[in-house]
């Protein structure tokens, strides 16, 4: 009995973390465009880094940034500072995660859409 | 914890003391994306550094005493060791 409610409890954890994942690629496909900024022209990076945000989202309830080592992760994601989009890309454009790009910078490629499907294979391939 | 070879050690400062020759630890997260930029890089560093330079890594989510006791922040961050001793970091 104690097994299948783990094993339910997991695939409701990949459902959640599926639904994360896309609203997570939606939402950075709108700020692309929204900020004037690009994509890696290595797409595993953003795929890497929207994984990470949609994993804090499903454990913190909200999208954390993934490119820092934190005391206090509830605390980071209650206070909202780190949240993607974080106050230093809101104010500077400076994304250290290389999630959101401007178009000189030397790793930009020259795309402002990443599909589901590439984020969830990749993604997939490291797990 | 090293790039080629999974070694257990009792802990952080043991692993460092080990090796005569200056160890780089790449802290690190599974879902920091530059932080897989920087760990090919530092394969390959490793790879042509080997003798004088040992390469490792550390997941600060799997370890986050070791990202606590060494203050880090923003991922990656490469920190040199000498004789267990930090010598220089860079910040990614």
Partial sequence: ?????????????????????????????????????????????????????AEHKVSLGAPLCPCR?????????????????????????????MLFLEEDNSFAGTEQNI???????ITGEMS | ???????????????????????????????CGPCQLMSSELSALGSRLSGSLKVAKVDTDAYPQLG???KIEGLPTCVLFKDGKEVKRLVG
């Fill in chain 1, 1 to 53: 009995m104690t097994l299948l409610r783990a094993e339910i409890k997991d695939e409701e954890h990949e459902k959640k973390l599926e639904k994360a994942l896309k609203s997570m690629t939606g939402f950075t496909n709108s700020y692309l465009k929204k900020t004037s900024t690009v994509l890696c022209s290595d797409p595993t990076i953003p795929s890497v880094v929207i994984k990470g945000l």
């Fill in chain 1, 69 to 97: 080592f934190y005391d206090d992760k509830e605390k980071e994601a209650k206070d909202g500072y780190w949240n993607c989009p974080c106050v230093p890309m809101r104010e500077r454009k400076e994304c250290h995660c």
């Fill in chain 1, 115 to 121: 599909e589901f499907e590439t984020v969830k294979k």
């Fill in chain 2, 1 to 31: 914890m090293t790039l080629y070879e999974k070694k257990k050690f009792k802990n952080f400062d043991e692993m460092l003391t080990s090796y005569t020759e200056p160890v780089l630890v790449d802290f690190y997260a599974v879902w």
């Fill in chain 2, 68 to 70: 606590d006791k060494y």
